[in-house]
């Protein structure tokens, strides 16, 4: 792989199905992976340190901040978050696509440091389908989905900041489209003009 990578941001209420339909396209393609963040929540039952997240304590996650080791970092439903940088650029320069699952003050941080970046926001079909897959998990508490809720309503207000939006009714058909969209965007003239300069 050459090119250079491109940096796919996802951004979306929980329960959205953004896992989901990031590993369905991991699944389908080879040339994307994922950026594993670090997170001071605790694990939820099933997730593995270091394939979810990598979960710190709070002393860690303050480290890493001051060390200026995180690309962006912002707290979600009183929990903090960031994307190690090292990780992230070194598979951009090895020609991967690059997929950050990130809520929206991280996604207008990442923004903001790399312009390039692709930003999809993925949504449920309605807020009432969201209760029920957030109920459905059966990961949170009543109180944190309803916090999480609530979170979703403020996202949804800033939503168009994003370049894409993707509804994960049927989570494969939503993976179609994330698939369609990386490969969309291998394709700007921008990118390829020296392609057909060095074909003539
Ligand atoms: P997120 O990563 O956005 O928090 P998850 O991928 O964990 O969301 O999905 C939340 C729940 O919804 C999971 O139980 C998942 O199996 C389910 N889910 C995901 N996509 C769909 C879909 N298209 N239809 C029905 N359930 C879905
Ligand atoms: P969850 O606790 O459901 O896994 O994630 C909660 C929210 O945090 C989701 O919106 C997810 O996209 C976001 N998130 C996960 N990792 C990061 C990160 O590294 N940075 C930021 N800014 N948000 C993140």
Redesign the pocket.
């Known amino acids: 792989m050459s090119e250079r990578g491109k940096l796919i941001v996802v951004s979306?209420?929980?329960?959205?199905?953004?896992?989901?339909?990031?590993?369905k396209v991991m699944e389908q393609r080879g040339d994307v992976c994922f950026s594993v963040s670090v997170t001071t929540r605790s694990p939820r039952p099933g997730e593995l340190d270091g394939r979810e997240y990598f979960f710190i304590d709070h002393e860690r996650f303050q480290e890493m901040v001051d060390r200026n080791e995180l690309l962006e970092h912002a707290t979600y439903v009183s929990n903090s978050y960031g994307t190690p940088r090292r990780y992230v650029e070194e598979k951009l320069n090895a020609g991967f696509n690059v997929v950050l699952?990130i809520e929206v003050q991280g996604a207008r941080q990442v923004s903001e440091k790399m312009p390039d970046a692709v930003k999809i926001f993925?949504a449920?079909p309605s807020l009432e389908?969201l209760e029920r897959?957030?109920t459905?998990?059966g990961t949170e508490s009543p109180e944190v989905v309803r916090g999480r809720l609530d979170r979703a309503r403020q996202e949804y207000l800033e939503a168009d900041f994003y370049d894409y939006l993707i509804i994960?009714?049927?989570?494969g058909h939503?993976a179609s489209e994330l698939n369609a969209i990386i490969t969309a965007e291998h394709c700007h003239f921008s990118d390829r003009a020296q392609l057909l300069r060095d074909s003539h």
């Open positions: 979306g209420p929980s329960g959205a199905g953004k896992s989901t339909v990031v590993f699952d993925i449920p389908e897959r957030l459905g998990r994960n009714d049927d989570a939503a």
